[in-house]
């Protein structure tokens, strides 16, 4: 949908102030984006938003941001986290850029070196295993977690087999 609004409607006029143009919008949807024949579904767009409209829910809440607020707020179950605070984001300018911190996304409920054994385990060659990820360790501590994520993702989704041959491959390589 985007896409078509940006190829038709938005691609030759001129931006005034966002009045006009919500205007110019609302008088293009009505007069052309919602009433030619879609090429691939052979319906109206207008047509298939009654048909779906009954299976949207309402938006509970709609958050705007001002230039001088530089934060949004979202709201998270109370019986998860007692009122702690999950993150703090600064928000982007660049257009269409995620914004996350890695450490979100990682399992910091146990520690490294029970990781480490969770991961070496996965290996037949436990000691060589061991030897390889200790060295990886120190020469990139800051990478570690990452690391050993990355081992035990290809670990859980590889057959025991192919392990075996990627164990004596990785493992001889340093």
């Given at each position: 949908m985007v896409g078509f609004v940006k190829k038709n409607f938005a691609k030759h006029r001129v931006f005034h102030n966002l009045d006009?143009?919500?205007?110019?919008?609302?008088?293009?949807i009505h007069r052309t984006g919602n009433f030619k024949i879609h090429n691939t579904t052979k319906k109206r767009p207008v047509?298939?938003?009654?048909?779906?409209k009954?299976?949207?829910?309402?938006?509970?809440?709609?958050?705007?941001v001002s230039p001088t607020n530089n934060s949004i707020t979202r709201s998270v179950?109370?019986?998860t986290l007692n009122g702690k605070q999950l993150?703090?984001?600064?928000?982007?300018t660049e257009k269409g850029k995620l914004i996350q911190d890695t450490k979100h996304k990682r399992d910091r409920t146990k520690g490294i070196d029970k990781f480490i054994e969770r991961v070496i385990a996965y290996f037949d060659d436990q000691e060589t295993a061991k030897n390889w990820i200790e060295k990886l360790r120190k020469t990139y501590p800051r990478y570690i977690r990452g690391q050993l994520q990355n081992i035990a993702r290809?670990?859980?989704n590889t057959?025991?087999?192919?392990m075996k041959r990627r164990s004596v491959n990785v493992?001889?390589?340093t």
């Open positions: 006009s143009w919500n205007e110019q919008a609302i008088n293009w047509e298939v938003f009654a048909l779906e009954r299976h949207l829910k309402p938006v509970s809440k709609i958050v705007e179950r109370k019986d993150g703090h984001h600064k928000i982007s290809v670990s859980k057959s025991t087999s192919m493992l001889s390589v």
